[in-house]
């Protein structure tokens, strides 16, 4: 069906960066879902990042505050490495 729709669209996508993203309980999933686009399976993921922000089969926005938390950590710690003596003022 999509790949009908993609074709009569003339859309493209990319195998390679496409993926599914299974939601709801995990308790209800027995089994991983199976999906495939154009004769190809399409990868199953916990996680994927789209325009910046990150999604996870949770939906709870988890993922996205950790990324972030990982992100500002790395720029504190640079700062800090580049001033290792504290001293917030600046000479001129």
């Known amino acids: 069906m999509l790949n009908n729709w993609s074709n009569k669209a003339r859309v493209q996508f990319a195998h390679e960066k496409t993926q599914l993203i299974p939601f709801g309980k995990k308790d209800r999933q027995k089994y991983p879902p199976y999906c495939s686009f154009a004769g190809r399976s399409i990868k199953l ?10 999604l996870d089969d949770g939906l709870n926005g988890k993922a996205h505050l950790n990324s972030i938390g990982d992100k500002i ?20």
């Not at 993921?45 to 990150?54: H, P, T």
């Not at 001033?83 to 600046?90: A, F, K, L, W, Y």
């Open 45 to 54: 993921s916990r996680q994927v990042q789209i325009l910046g922000v990150v």
């Open 73 to 92: 950590l790395k720029i504190l710690n640079r700062l800090t490495i580049e001033n290792p003596t504290g001293d917030s003022r600046v000479e001129s």
